[in-house]
Every structure is written in structure tokens, then in C-alpha cells.
């Protein structure tokens, strides 16, 4: 039914017979000539039908957002040399469509995001709706392109498991065959377990769930993450560099290739000079005090103060920064500590935590014994723990957020729109 999306369609086709196929988003009649403007996934492609064409009668029987597939001849369009057209011999209708569409595709009557969310299908057909999806593509495309590049391993971990990795409270319960089970918040047990068996440098981008009860713009129930392990580390900053360079990487990427939907989107991509700051924690609490914020040392920093930090460092020329050595007693078990501080670090991105990691603890004594600290019972954990007992050597990683990172990249005032089908407390349909 079709040979060539619009996009592909070129003066270097001129006088070539080719198929197109989609919906047709226009109807449009001038002097007896019709013109159709057919929609596919890549753009826009004009069809004239000429007054002596014995396809003009069938063009009256054809409405809006019909699904039609057209063969015909490329030219020249009148008027504009580096456009071309179609000049049919052949439409086929494929489907019909109701009329009007439940939702306006057309730019000129705008609805807000739960109406549009509600008639995806139908948003969807919005260029730059469908935009934001081929960026999201190349997105993902860079990321594995880069890390397989450097021999990592893709990988795929449960996601239906019988503890969480960062505790009970924001964990989806379910039944497995009368067993309490969970939806994974993270593949972090499974991954680090993984860098005892010779796999020592692997990924995975999959879903993961958060039972959060939260309404923000930035926050999902269902996300997709990035997560990767890597052993035989040095020490934290390795997977500092591995990270950043990934990210980098993602975003000469997008550039690349998904320059149609940037500039269509007017986005202008910014790669960052690595390596990228180091923050430690201490300094971001002075730089927010210096702002004047309110702020005490040794607790988390919040959205509030993610976004003044982020305009405090913008300001000084990075739309990305790492935050380093928190404080041990807010970081999960996992994590190896140092001090009172411990190796760990956030990756912020324009005000935003997108990525959170480090460095973790590979010995099965003080593994076990900083669980405990943190009143979780290492019997729980029984799986995961052997895997420590028989040779784990020091590694560390990251759990990265695509859909934040997608927001971010486009400017999209909520991250549901970096999402085909989000879900959150409100919303399980469709």
C-alpha cells in the first residue's frame, strides 16, 4: 500500500510513479482543480487531480481523516520549486472516518492535556505530538548505540518481584498465585547481582512503578527506565564518566537525526563540554544559603530547591551538573559509604533530578550490616545477598529517567506528553 513516506518524497523523484498511504488532512478545490493533502507519520504530501481526471468524481465521495492509500506520478509543484506533488492515477479508499474528530487536530483550537490524553488516538495525528515521539526514539537509539559501543550488555530483569529495592512505601502490591508480590520500582537488586557473574557491564531500559501518590508535572506512575551496572570500578567517578559521556552522546544523536522534529518542535540542543561539575552536597546547601534559602544540612534537597540550584547553576553556564557525596543516612542500603558522606550522586539536568547512582557496596559485612542499620531484615534479601557471599567485585550505577529526560530536551510543561499512555493515581485509561 505504499512505497514512501512523505518526508522521503524529493525533486530527486520527479517524473517516478510512487504509492503513499494515510489520512487525508485536507480537501481543498481551486478553478475545478482538487487538491488532497494526505498525513502520514513523517509529514505532509500534496495530491492534485486535474479537471479532466476521471478520479475528480471519486475525490467528492472522499471527507477528512479517510484512510486512503494514492499511486500516482511526482512533480514539480506549481509555485514552488523545491516542493513537489502527485498527480494520481489511482486512490484507494482504505477506511472512512467519522465526522468531526473528538478532538481538534488542527492547531487552531487548543485543549488541554486530560481532553487530549482522553483522545490520544486522535492527538497523535498532531505533527508535533508525533514529534515529541521520534525525538524519544533517538533518544533511546543514542543511548544504545553508545553503551554497546563500549561492550555493554543489554539485559532484561523481572518485573514482577518479591521485595522492593528501596523499601515498602511507594511499592504496586500484587497477588502471584497467592503470594505477595510487587511491581519493580527499579532493577537494582537484579543488576547488581548480575556483576557477579562475568556480565559486567550491562543495561536496561524497561518500565518501572512507583505507587507515589503525587500530582506534579514530573512525577508518573508508571516510567521508563534507564539503568546500568558496571564492575571492576575504581571508584565512583567511573561511573560518573560513563554516565555523562552516555548522555552526551544521546544528545549529538538527536541532533542528528531528529533534526526535522527539532526544528518543527523550535528546540535547539545543547551537548554539554565534559566532564560536567561536581557539586558536592555541602556546596549546593551553601550555594542555596547564598540564595537565600532557608536551608539545614543533612537532609534531602527537594523539588524547590532542585529548581533554585538548577538557576543558580544555569547562571553560571551548566544545564547539567552532577551532585555528589550526600549524606549516608538518606541513601538506600546499597549505596557504599564513606564517612558520613556516601558515594553517591544525583545528575541534574535544568532543575531536575534526571538520574540518580554510585558507587556500591560490594562487601557482604557491611553490606549486611548497613541493612540493618536501616531496619531492613537482610533475611528478606536472601537472593540477592548470595550473590555477595561468592566473589562480588566493587561496582557501581545509575537508574536514569527517559520521560524526564525527554521533557527536559523539548521544554514540554509536563512530563505526560513524553508518555503514549501515561499513568498516574488519576489515570488507567486508556
Known sequence: MRTHYSKELTREFIGKRVTIAGWVAEIRSFGGIKFLVIRDREGNTQVTIKKDSKLSKMVEEISKE??????????????????????PDKIEVLNTSESPLPLDISGKIESDLDARLNERFADLRRHDVRSIFIVKTE???GIREYLDNEGFVEVHTPKIVSAGAEGGASLFALDYFGTKAYLAQSPQLFKQTLMATGLDRVYEISPAFRAEKSDTVRHISEFLSFDAEMA???????VLVALEETVAYSLEH??????PEL???????KVPELPIPRVTYSEAIKLLKKDGKDVKEGGDIDTEMEKQLGA??????HEFYYIVEYPEKIKPFYIMEKGEHSCSFDMMYRGIELASGGQREHRYDHLTRRMKKLKLNPANFEFYLKAFKYGMPPHGGWGFGID?????????PNIREAVLFPRDRKRLVP
Open 66 to 87: 479517510y484512510v486512503v492509500s494514492v499511486t500516482g506520478t511526482v512533480q514539480e509543484m506549481r509555485g514552488d520549486s523545491n516542493r513537489v506533488e502527485i498527480i
Open 139 to 141: 533518544v533511546l537509539n
Open 232 to 238: 571492576f570500578i575504581e571508584s565512583q567517578e567511573d
Open 254 to 259: 538527536v541532533k542528528k537525526h531528529a533534526k
Open 263 to 269: 526544528d518543527y518542535l523550535k528546540v535547539e540542543i
Open 312 to 317: 543558580i547553576m544555569e547562571k553560571k553556564g
Open 404 to 412: 524526564r529526560f525527554v521533557q527536559k530536551i523539548l521544554n514540554l
